[in-house]
């Protein structure tokens, strides 16, 4: 059975992380995902570690389900190449700056006459409807001007830091994908392409509002920004006996079940603690209280106790636990595979699941240019079709 996607074509002008993963995704779903490259690369090609050279883990894992033509753009037969292209092509995403594509003659203007079923999709920093348009953008600067690092630094109480992951690349990815389905059901019931602008900035800042917005959302506020069980320096994982595990008693019945496993079961007609409203008032004593209680035995202890109580907690695992993890290994997750250059490889495998279009890995992350041939001849018998 072909998956969701099949059939689609995209074509990729993206590099690094969010463009490449959002490409990805559709690939996994069955689209045909056209990589262009310049003779360079994707400069996620050389970052370490690696085998051989252009062929780094992060490129491994974010370009699979994906075939690679080199064209240089800026010539005069690349750009003939690349509307060649376009031609077959029913989505087109760029992580390029706007002004780039301009200068390339590839701005949604320039190409929509000729091309009315293309859907367009632009991922870049920050809108082109506002004053910081145009301005680079990568990971880090994102997680600062979204109010990601300012939250890790547990709402200005602490020097801001950024998280220790690509977060705002791989959030905004999955908004990008998002749009482009989206458009793509848009155009089955109207037959009409569009221009989708996907801007990190305001994709991160919506993806952050939601509970950290808190007090600021009513007008007047009714507090500061930041919502306070999460911002509370006790939220993080416990040290048990042996080891460290999250637990998060989150309802009325779990905190009244986890305070009877520890012997008070006073504590849950206790005015602080009895109601989520009030509980909202009071974590830092909350989570205080579990950090003692979880000191007294193991995890394994820790692990009966909370499964049979029905209480939401789990071991703090390491990537290289997680390799290991039963529930991964038997739901199939990790997949090895046998990369032609880079020989066996793990990845992770596709996590969402389609009972009657599934996706599937169906070709390795590709070499740089190694399907520049068999494109080019493809697109040569369409022309020649026509």
Same mark, same amino acid.
Request: aromatic letters at 8%; one cysteine or more; charged letters at 20%.
């Given at each position: 059975?072909?998956?969701?996607?099949n059939?689609? *074509?995209?074509?990729d002008?993206?590099?690094?992380?969010?463009?490449?993963m959002?490409t990805?995704?559709?690939?996994?779903?069955?689209?045909?995902v056209?990589k262009?490259e310049s003779e360079?690369g994707?400069?996620?090609?050389h970052?370490?570690?690696q085998?051989?050279?252009?062929?780094?883990?992060?490129f491994?894992?974010?370009?699979r389900?994906?075939?690679?033509i080199v064209?240089?753009? =800026?010539s005069?037969?690349g750009?003939?190449q690349?509307h060649?292209?376009?031609?077959t092509?029913d989505v087109?995403?760029?992580?390029m700056r706007a002004?780039?594509?301009r200068r390339?003659g590839?701005d949604?203007?320039s190409?929509k006459? /000729? @091309?009315? =079923?293309?859907?367009?999709c632009?991922?870049?920093?920050y809108?082109e409807?506002?004053?910081?348009?145009?301005?680079?953008a990568?990971d880090?600067?994102?997680q600062?001007a979204?109010?990601?690092?300012?939250?890790?630094g547990?709402?200005?109480?602490?020097?801001? *830091?950024?998280?220790?992951?690509?977060i705002?690349?791989?959030?905004v990815?999955?908004y990008?994908s998002n749009?482009?389905?989206?458009?793509?059901f848009? *155009?089955e019931k109207n037959?009409?392409?569009?221009a989708?602008?996907?801007p990190?900035?305001?994709?991160m800042?919506a993806f952050?509002a939601p509970?950290h917005?808190?007090?600021m959302?009513?007008v007047?506020? +009714?507090g500061?920004a930041g919502?306070s069980?999460?911002?509370n320096e006790y939220r993080?994982?416990?040290?048990?006996?042996?080891?460290?595990?999250s637990?998060?008693?989150y309802t009325?019945g779990?905190?009244?079940?986890?305070? +009877?496993?520890t012997?008070?079961?006073d504590m849950a007609n206790d005015?602080?603690?009895?109601t989520?409203?009030? *509980?909202s =008032?009071?974590?830092?004593?909350l989570?205080?209280?579990?950090e003692?209680?979880?000191?007294e035995?193991?995890t394994?202890e820790w692990?009966q106790?909370l499964t049979q109580?029905?209480?939401?907690?789990a071991?703090v695992?390491?990537?290289?636990d997680?390799?290991?993890?039963p !529930?991964?290994?038997?739901?199939g997750?990790?997949?090895k595979g +046998? !990369?032609?250059s880079?020989?066996q490889i793990?990845?992770a495998?596709?996590?969402?699941?389609?009972?009657?279009?599934? /996706?599937?890995?169906r070709?390795h992350?590709?070499?740089l240019?190694?399907?520049? =041939?068999?494109? @080019?001849?493809e697109?040569?018998? !369409?022309t020649v079709?026509?």
């Amino acid at each position: 059975m072909a998956g969701a996607l099949n059939g689609v *074509r995209v074509l990729d002008l993206t590099s690094v992380g969010m463009g490449p993963m959002a490409t990805q995704m559709l690939g996994d779903m069955g689209a045909d995902v056209i990589k262009v490259e310049s003779e360079a690369g994707d400069v996620f090609r050389h970052v370490t570690p690696q085998r051989n050279a252009g062929m780094s883990h992060a490129f491994l894992n974010f370009n699979r389900n994906k075939r690679s033509i080199v064209i240089d753009m =800026k010539s005069s037969v690349g750009k003939k190449q690349l509307h060649q292209l376009l031609q077959t092509a029913d989505v087109l995403v760029s992580n390029m700056r706007a002004s780039a594509m301009r200068r390339l003659g590839l701005d949604y203007p320039s190409i929509k006459g /000729s @091309l009315p =079923k293309l859907i367009y999709c632009s991922c870049y920093g920050y809108s082109e409807e506002g004053p910081y348009a145009g301005r680079p953008a990568i990971d880090d600067t994102i997680q600062a001007a979204s109010g990601l690092a300012w939250i890790q630094g547990a709402g200005g109480e602490q020097s801001p *830091r950024y998280m220790n992951s690509v977060i705002a690349d791989k959030v905004v990815a999955l908004y990008v994908s998002n749009a482009i389905v989206s458009a793509l059901f848009a *155009r089955e019931k109207n037959g009409r392409g569009q221009a989708v602008e996907v801007p990190m900035f305001e994709c991160m800042t919506a993806f952050i509002a939601p509970e950290h917005l808190a007090g600021m959302t009513f007008v007047p506020p +009714e507090g500061p920004a930041g919502y306070s069980r999460l911002l509370n320096e006790y939220r993080r994982p416990f040290r048990c006996a042996d080891g460290y595990m999250s637990v998060v008693p989150y309802t009325d019945g779990q905190w009244q079940r986890f305070f +009877e496993l520890t012997c008070r079961p006073d504590m849950a007609n206790d005015i602080r603690f009895k109601t989520a409203t009030e *509980r909202s =008032k009071h974590f830092p004593e909350l989570y205080s209280y579990v950090e003692q209680a979880l000191i007294e035995r193991t995890t394994d202890e820790w692990t009966q106790l909370l499964t049979q109580a029905d209480i939401p907690f789990a071991r703090v695992n390491s990537i290289a636990d997680l390799l290991a993890d039963p !529930h991964l290994v038997a739901c199939g997750f990790w997949q090895k595979g +046998e !990369h032609p250059s880079e020989g066996q490889i793990v990845q992770a495998g596709i996590p969402v699941r389609f009972s009657d279009t599934p /996706s599937e890995i169906r070709r390795h992350a590709p070499s740089l240019g190694e399907h520049t =041939k068999e494109i @080019l001849q493809e697109i040569s018998a !369409h022309t020649v079709s026509r």
